[in-house]
């Protein structure tokens, strides 16, 4: 198992409201060149499939996956993750040739914008949305 599966595991064993609350490390979203945000995004998006599966084979139930959808608007890259009714959605936004990022999602408090503090931050923000949802306290799958 990988380390990410086996925080994944962790959570599901432990009592709800003991252990620490993950805390994804996060920035005011600053501007970056429209070529550096879409390596940034497409990065982080690939990341995010890896964690989903991992998280996925972790966890017992089939209707407990957690579950990843794209979106692709005008002028914008982003993906959301969900779990239990719940979500986090990582965002890249163009607009003439400058990228932004956004990161928006339950049990995440922020008076500006944010992104992500890079793609390590993405296994936090994910462990965060299990915690969160109230994940099942169960044997996990091993």
């Known amino acids: 198992m990988t380390p990410f599966m086996l925080r994944v595991a962790e959570i599901l064993g432990q009592d709800p409201g003991s252990g620490e609350r993950p805390v994804p490390g996060t920035r005011p979203s600053a501007p970056a060149s429209a070529g550096t945000g879409a390596d940034r995004q497409v990065a982080v998006r690939a990341l995010a499939e890896q964690l989903v599966c991992e998280a996925n084979a972790v966890l017992a139930g089939a209707d407990d996956h957690l579950a990843l ?19 986090v959605r990582v965002s890249t936004r163009f607009a003439d040739g400058t990228a932004y990022g956004r990161l928006v999602g339950d049990g995440l408090a922020a008076t500006e914008p944010r992104e992500l503090d890079g793609p390590e931050a993405l296994t936090d923000l994910l462990l965060l949305l299990l915690v969160e949802s109230d994940v099942p306290r169960r044997p996990a799958t091993v």
């Open 69 to 87: 959808t794209d979106e692709l608007s005008d002028g914008e890259l982003a993906f959301s993750v969900h779990y239990r009714g719940r979500s």
